[in-house]
């Protein structure tokens, strides 16, 4: 996947959501990825239409199980414990608000 092959629109509503939530987080890449960091932790990418984000593990499982993501599995790596992926109807974070604000407390340190 290419950086163009991104969705840039939910990027940039990530971006302002992301900083409506936690001011200073800085937008950067991962893997080519458009990213939102807290600090120099990664929270939260935009891989493809989906919305990838790093979270408490505890927290990753309960989101699975509820059926409100799936597991991040980038160009075919592994599932990684703490990642999961949520794709937004019509780039509409709202639903989504509670799990970028934990990824964003997560990688700030926040406890």
Same mark, same amino acid.
């Given at each position: 996947m290419k950086p163009a092959d991104h969705d840039a629109d939910? %990027?940039?509503a990530l971006a302002a959501l992301a900083e409506m939530l936690r001011p200073g987080v800085r937008r950067g890449a991962m %893997? @080519?990825?458009p990213a939102i960091y807290g600090g $120099? $932790?990664?929270a939260v990418c935009v891989h493809g239409a989906a919305v990838a984000l790093k979270i408490p593990a505890a927290l990753a499982i309960k989101a699975k199980a509820a059926g409100r993501a799936t597991? %991040? &599995?980038p *160009? @075919?790596?592994p599932a990684m414990r703490e990642w999961i992926e949520v794709t937004?109807?019509?780039r509409d974070l709202a639903p989504f &608000?509670?799990?970028?604000a934990a990824a964003l407390? *997560?990688?700030c340190g926040a406890k």
């Open positions: 939910l %990027f940039a %893997f @080519g990825c $120099k $932790k990664l597991a %991040f &599995q *160009y @075919g790596r937004p109807e019509n &608000q509670d799990l970028i407390d *997560y990688a």
